[in-house]
């Protein structure tokens, strides 16, 4: 006998209250199922977009040490893509079905990959910024209710602080170095600090789904809260280092225990979002073109596959 949906909902309810994992084969509310598939694509989607900012400089690293860690760690995004695509697959959606929402423009990717990666001190201050901003607002994710999710987490979340660390070395190399190489890291700081603000999404009173994610244990935390992690994570990392953040109101204040800072451009995240910031036609762009000039390997998968598939039955069959 299949039990009630109310007796559905009240088992779901219960998993997540107790913080134990809702998993695949598990029955879930449709509007959480949603959720999901929207955060999860949306991450996949940030993970492969992101790959170009810094793919960008491979062939332009000035060392082979530089080039391979830069190149062991463009892998990894796609890595950390493949991952979260087939965490998405788990709730029932195909990865070619979100590939072509994302090069349709209809599903969106993070804000931060809209932005050029202009001088090599931007591959350093990717790695501190966006994956220590990436690291922060994920880190919590490792407890999201839903398991295949949360899973995947846990060894992105290594790869990613592990990317902070090395963008944090390559930074002190350079402020080691000549005063171009240091205004040079100044000025990418200078670039990236608002934009990784930004990553965290809009301020909580602007964030339409924070609070029934947070109610269904996806999100630990609201926008702000991570925003603010952040900005006290960083904020003593900016002075060891040497650089200034842009932020004439950032200061400790000893009675919140917390940094008080300035106000991120939010029309401006609204704009990038909705597709009008500096590189999204072209982040796009690129990603179609690539998608369609990968088409004949697909094929080629997909063929030898189906004959691997029949020699075995034909092999069984013998
Ligand atoms: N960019 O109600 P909320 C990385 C959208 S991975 C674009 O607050 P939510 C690794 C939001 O989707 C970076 N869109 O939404 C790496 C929603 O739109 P919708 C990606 C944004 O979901 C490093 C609407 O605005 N990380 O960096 C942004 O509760 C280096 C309203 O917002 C993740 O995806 C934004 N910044 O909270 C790779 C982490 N912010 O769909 C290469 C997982 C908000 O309703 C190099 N995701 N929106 O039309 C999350 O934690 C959440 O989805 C948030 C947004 C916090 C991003």
């Keep these: 006998m299949s039990a009630a949906p109310e007796e559905l909902e009240q088992a779901f309810d219960a ?6 994992r809702v998993e695949p084969r598990d029955w879930m509310p449709e509007a959480y199922r949603r959720t999901l598939i929207r955060q999860i694509a949306q991450h996949a989607h940030s993970e492969i977009i992101g790959m170009q900012p810094e793919g960008n400089w491979i062939l332009r690293a000035p060392s082979l040490r530089r080039k391979a860690i830069l190149l062991a760690k463009v892998q990894d995004e796609a890595g950390h893509g493949m991952y979260l695509y087939a ?29 050029p990666a202009l ?11 966006v994956d220590g901003a990436a690291v922060c607002n994920q880190v919590p994710l490792c407890r999201c209710s839903f398991g295949p999710y949360a899973r995947a987490m846990i060894r992105i979340c290594k790869e990613e602080s592990f ?21 040079m890291v100044q000025d990418a700081t200078d670039r990236w600090w608002w934009p990784s603000l930004m990553m965290f999404g809009p301020p909580d009173g602007d964030s339409p789904n924070t609070q029934q994610s947070m109610q269904w244990r996806i999100k630990r935390h609201t926008n702000d809260e991570l ?7 960083t904020a003593p990392q900016a002075e060891a280092l040497g650089v ?39 982040r796009i762009a690129h990603r179609r073109a690539a998608h369609e000039s990968g088409a004949w ?11 691997q598939a029949r020699r075995a039955t034909e092999g069984a069959a013998a």
């Design 15 to 20: 998993t997540v209250a107790a913080d134990q």
């Design 87 to 115: 965490a998405a697959e788990t709730l029932g959606v195909d990865r070619a079905e979100l590939t072509e929402k994302l090069i349709e423009s209809k599903q969106k990717y993070s804000s931060i990959f809209n932005y």
């Design 244 to 282: 200034t953040l842009p932020d004439p109101q950032l200061r400790w204040n000893p009675e919140r225990g917390a940094h008080d800072y300035g106000e991120p451009d939010w029309e401006e995240l609204k704009q990038v979002i909705s597709g009008a910031g500096p590189c999204n036609q072209q």
């Design 297 to 307: 390997v697909r094929e080629a998968a997909t063929a030898y596959a189906a004959k």
């Design 119 to 129: 001088s090599w001190a931007d591959i350093g201050v990717i790695g501190w910024l």
């Design 227 to 233: 925003r603010q992690r952040f900005v006290d994570m």
């Design 163 to 183: 990317h902070q660390r090395q963008g944090y070395e390559l930074l002190m190399a350079m402020m080691r170095g000549t005063d171009a190489q240091r205004a």
